[in-house]
């Protein structure tokens, strides 16, 4: 335990909770008995090959009594891996490793989901120039990436995908989706946002292409479309998702609220709004916004909404995002990740366990399996 996760607490406002976020929901073939659902959370406690490790089992299983976990975001196959210690859906191992977190979180009362992730030309491993990372176009992230042995070193530059090629990125998702549910996962949510492959397609500023996933928002949406059509094909559309970050700059690539962005996830929408998906997720500063709740009109279905990075989420936003309506559940990252009975501590207005920063990546239990229960 970490002195500043054992020690700093924060008192949380007095008011009476509101009964939304205590209330069920249904998104899709998912039923919650609570509205607040647990953001995907990097936290790079897998093995070195990508297969779960105890801790995880342990980690996932403590935070049961969240309406939904989204396990973080999980490779496809070698090309699409981001992070060291990052889990992965690409193997037997993966998938037999995967089964003991599912089996713990369900044997617990919960209900677990995984973020399908292709990082595209984010990858922050040593042997990323060997490994063949794609992209859009041939861009690199600006700036250096840290290694684990603390030096930094640039970017490096990714291959730009052929044309023929986008079948094959269709594949790997599907491919994986299909591991998740053998791996018994109650769904999967497709990680469309925060700067990796498929973020890289929507936005103009690192997709550069001009063949039919380039140029116009149709076009820079299609790879998103085909995507979320196959995995809905492959595990049913009432336990597919889709995370998103409209108008978001991350890892280099910038978005911004334009008539553009607002044209491209309108274009997705097209593709996707009539499959019934399971829900959409969103993630943005503004979740007031046009630009967001335009997108959760088009969409129409069960709308997951989350804050973003900058202020951690407190219950009294996540009220307020239930109260106005901005949406029907609401993803919480970090107050989850340092409670993990933050449902019971919400409820009755009990002090936080503070998130502490510098062990969210660290291997290991400490700021990872220890942060405390209430004891009363
Ligand atoms: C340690 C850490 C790891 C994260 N990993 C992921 C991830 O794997 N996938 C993702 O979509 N977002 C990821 N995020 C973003 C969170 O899901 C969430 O959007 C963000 O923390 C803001 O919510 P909060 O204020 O409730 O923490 C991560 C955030 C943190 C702090």
Not at 123 to 146: F, N
Not at 359 to 368: A, C, D, L, Q, S
């Amino acid at each position: 335990m970490t002195e500043s996760a054992t020690t700093a607490t924060t008192v949380v406002d007095d008011a009476a909770p509101a009964a939304s976020l205590f209330s069920p929901i249904t998104l899709g073939r998912l039923e919650l008995p609570n509205r607040i659902v647990m953001a995907p959370l990097t936290r790079r406690r897998a093995h070195a090959d990508g297969t779960p490790s105890d801790l995880m089992v342990r980690h996932y299983a403590d935070r049961a009594t969240a309406g939904l976990i989204i396990a973080e975001g999980t490779f496809l196959s070698h090309r699409s891996r981001t992070y060291l210690n990052q889990p992965g859906l690409a193997t037997d191992e993966h998938v037999a490793g995967w089964r003991q977190v599912t089996d713990a979180v369900h044997a617990a009362g919960g209900r677990i989901t995984v973020q399908l992730m292709h990082g595209g030309r984010v990858a922050m491993l040593p042997d990323a120039e060997e490994r063949g990372i794609v992209a859009p176009s041939a861009l690199p992230v600006g700036g250096e990436r840290r290694l684990p042995d603390g030096t930094t070193r640039p970017h490096a530059t990714p291959r730009a995908l052929a044309t023929d090629e986008m079948g094959g990125v269709v594949a790997e998702f599907a491919d994986a989706a299909r591991r998740a549910i053998d791996a018994g996962f109650d769904g999967v949510e497709i990680h469309g946002a925060n700067g990796y492959l498929l973020q890289q397609f929507l936005a103009a500023s690192t997709n550069h292409r001009d063949d039919a996933y380039g140029g116009s928002p149709a076009n820079r949406a299609r790879l998103v479309v085909e995507v979320t059509r196959a995995v809905a094909d492959a595990v049913g559309a009432d336990r597919t998702a889709l995370r998103l970050s409209p108008g978001e700059t991350r890892q280099g690539l910038e978005e911004h609220d334009s008539p553009d962005v607002a044209a491209t996830y309108a274009a997705l929408n097209a593709g996707i709004a009539g499959l019934g998906l399971a829900y959409l997720h969103v993630l943005s500063f503004h979740p007031d916004s046009e630009l967001v709740q335009g997108i959760r009109r088009d969409f129409g279905g069960p709308f997951v909404i989350n804050s973003g990075f900058e202020e951690v989420t407190t219950r009294a936003e996540a009220e307020r995002f239930l109260v106005e309506d901005l949406g029907d559940a609401v993803a919480v990252g970090r107050p989850l990740l340092a409670n993990p009975d933050l449902v019971r501590r919400w409820r009755e207005g009990r002090e936080l366990n503070t998130p502490d920063p510098a062990t969210f990546y660290t291997p290991g239990e400490v700021g990872y399996n220890d942060y405390p229960f209430l004891e009363d």
